[in-house]
């Protein structure tokens, strides 16, 4: 009977070593298998024992160490080193990688089981993370574990504990707290930013250029005037290659985010937007002005927008949007308030198309300015699809 449970026990953990070591082959049994559980390697060594019929002072001679060293072993109190699992690959015929890769996964596992205690201080902090919406979007793997829970919400993350994620995500350099406001879900905030950290990781970018992306800028500028689906693929294709990496990352509940603005890199931006408010004007706005903010900005600072900012950074960045998608050059738009409904409509599609800009756009820049009610010419937006 120990005999057929030495065996099952090796086959189990064989640890994968052909995984870890290809060039290696498997003794235990020619499996694969890739435990979730830890052993301690003195059970293995005991098992090993028994099946051979050899005393622990025979083996102690086998591998010129004292018969404590080994019963030390063989009860757990003593880590199998190195040194040692070399001698017993000598002397058992089982592969050295095999016994320093149980040790590890041994040690590996205690360290696991200490942090699970260590993160069970912390029980509070998953109710701030929207672990539905993340499990959804399939950003991580649900667990009924609530442990486990934590720790994968950590490493979507990319932080090793709680306080490392409140210094990092939870109080980062957000531009609009020099205004006073605060982040009612900063939990909601830091995983949409993260979501959109990881589509940018996935974009491959040229270094920064001012001037190229200025020249990108004007470019993506005309492409408003079409349906957004068919032409956001060539504004981010166009600012990868001017250094920035545009992501569109579909909004959070409650996260009230319309964009962010941060470096990456020194050398390579990150404009995010959300897109909530569905429509494709508002998110061109929040896009040029994310653009603003690349351009005039520092590069340590995170900006964010939607959340009622009101710094001088958000005003030059809104300034810098309006005016590059309806330049003050291209003629006066209270003109087209004193003109009829029906020839308003037209006169906004008309002066849009003489600027090369979306109609949308310059019916929403009327409306902010105070030229036209919220429900005038609503047939020149057109939804996010």
């Given at each position: ?7 099952v ?5 064989n640890v994968?070593?052909?995984?870890i070591?290809?060039?290696t082959?498997?003794?235990m049994g020619?499996?694969?298998f ?9 059970e293995?060594?005991?098992?090993s024992l028994e099946?051979?019929g ?9 591998i010129?160490q004292?018969e404590k060293?080994?019963?030390?072993m063989?009860?757990?109190?003593a880590?199998v080193?190195?040194?040692?699992a ?6 058992l015929g089982?592969p050295?990688r095999f ?9 590996e ?5 200490a ?9 509070d902090?998953?109710?701030l ?5 993340l ?13 486990d829970?934590?720790?994968r919400?950590?490493a ?12 990092l995500w939870?109080?980062?350099g ?8 605060s982040v009612?879900?900063p ?5 949409w930013l ?6 940018a990781?996935?974009?491959e970018c040229?270094?920064f250029?001012r001037?190229?992306?200025?020249a990108?800028l ?6 408003t005037c079409?349906?957004?689906?068919s032409?956001?693929?060539?504004a981010v294709?166009l600012?990868?290659?001017?250094g920035v990496?545009v ?5 959070i509940p409650?996260?009230?985010i319309?964009?962010a ?7 390579r931006?990150l404009?995010q937007v959300?897109?909530?408010?569905q429509w494709e004007?508002?998110?061109?706005f ?5 653009a603003g903010?690349?351009?005039?900005h520092?590069k340590r600072a995170?900006?964010l927008?939607?959340?009622?900012a009101d ?5 030059e960045a ?6 590059l998608?309806i330049p ?25 198309r ?6 949308g756009i310059?019916?929403?820049r ?6 036209l009610?919220?429900?005038?010419c609503h047939?020149l937006?057109?939804?996010?699809q």
């Amino acid at each position: 009977m120990r005999t057929l449970r030495a065996a099952v026990l090796r086959s189990r953990l064989n640890v994968s070593i052909a995984g870890i070591y290809p060039n290696t082959a498997n003794t235990m049994g020619g499996l694969a298998f890739q435990p979730d559980y830890a052993v301690r390697p003195g059970e293995i060594l005991r098992e090993s024992l028994e099946e051979r019929g050899m005393a622990q002072s025979e083996l102690a001679i086998r591998i010129g160490q004292t018969e404590k060293a080994v019963c030390q072993m063989v009860q757990g109190n003593a880590p199998v080193s190195c040194e040692t699992a070399l001698k017993l690959e000598r002397a058992l015929g089982m592969p050295a990688r095999f016994w320093n890769n149980l040790q590890s996964i041994w040690q590996e596992q205690q360290v696991r089981d200490a942090s699970r205690e260590q993160l069970a201080e912390h029980p509070d902090w998953l109710k701030l993370i929207p672990w539905p919406e993340l499990v959804t979007r399939g950003a991580v793997e649900d667990s009924t574990d609530k442990a486990d829970r934590l720790a994968r919400a950590l490493a979507f993350f990319g932080v090793a504990d709680v306080p490392a994620w409140w210094k990092l995500w939870g109080r980062p350099g957000y531009a609009f707290k020099r205004s006073g406001n605060s982040v009612k879900h900063p939990g909601k905030v830091a995983a949409w930013l993260r979501l959109g950290e990881l589509a940018a990781s996935r974009v491959e970018c040229q270094p920064f250029d001012r001037d190229a992306f200025l020249a990108a800028l004007k470019r993506i500028r005309s492409l408003t005037c079409q349906p957004l689906g068919s032409v956001w693929p060539e504004a981010v294709s166009l600012c990868a290659e001017a250094g920035v990496a545009v992501t569109l990352t579909k909004p959070i509940p409650s996260a009230g985010i319309d964009g962010a603005t941060r470096w990456l890199t020194k050398d390579r931006a990150l404009i995010q937007v959300s897109g909530r408010h569905q429509w494709e004007d508002v998110l061109w706005f929040a896009f040029f002005h994310e653009a603003g903010h690349v351009l005039m900005h520092g590069k340590r600072a995170i900006f964010l927008e939607g959340m009622g900012a009101d710094s001088q950074e958000e005003h030059e960045a809104n300034t810098f949007a309006a005016n590059l998608l309806i330049p003050p050059a291209a003629g006066d738009l209270s003109s087209l308030k004193r003109r009829s409904m029906p020839a308003t409509q037209k006169a906004i599609g008309d002066f849009a198309r003489s600027i090369e800009v979306a109609p949308g756009i310059v019916r929403g820049r009327m409306q902010h300015d105070g030229l036209l009610a919220p429900s005038a010419c609503h047939g020149l937006k057109r939804r996010i699809q």
